[in-house]
């Protein structure tokens, strides 16, 4: 994979380019306990249901927590609130390699496709200005259905992506992966629990890539040079 063959490039961008999943476990611990519900969740146990997607972590949350069930769908929104609250008074920091990849597409179309919010995306900015350099933004409330679903991602083609583009895609969840798997993109996973052999499995027929970090995928292009 050469990271300068493409002339479009598209990022997701909590647990890819910013580490804020941290803020969202703690918003998700804070919020039960708002609820007086008791709960006991490692990070790692909540990072493998954030990667599935809403529909999918209010079933498999359920399941571990019975208890929850009456506070579904509304933990969604609650957590939101407690997640923009954080975002206010607790640091972000950029995920290892960002520094050094986004330089290297001067001259290329690239952008921001999240979950997110326009609301949650301007305080990030305003943490980490290096993100004013992303030429557009495509957040939650820009599309109708979010990730798995393809609705982003489809929106994001037709506005940025001309006819005979190549396009790329990053992404470090599955639900993520499954929703670029809705355009013709080069599909990046990063993420140090993905293989490529799960990638391939999950995506037949799609040129896929795997990378532990951000900074590995720039060791492997600086290699294949």
Known sequence: MHINAYEVYFFDLDGLLIDTEPLFYQACLET????????TLSFSQYYSLAMLGRERFQKAFIDLFPQTHAFFPRYFGDRDRCYQS??????VQLMPGVEILLPLLK?????????SSKEA?????????ILECMQFWITRENYACPKPASDSYLLAWQRFVRNGERVIG?????KGLQALSGVQATMVAVNAAFSIE???TAFPG???YCFPSLESLLGSCVQNH
Do not use: A, H
């Open 206 to 208: 799609r040129e896929c």
């Open 86 to 91: 954080l975002l206010l008074r607790e640091p």
């Open 121 to 129: 995306t301007l305080r990030i900015r305003e943490k980490l200005p």
């Open 107 to 115: 001259g290329k179309r690239f952008g921001v496709v999240t979950n």
């Open 198 to 200: 799960k990638i391939q």
């Open 170 to 174: 990053f992404e470090d969840s599955l």
């Open 32 to 39: 039960w306990q708002n609820y007086r519900v008791p709960i």
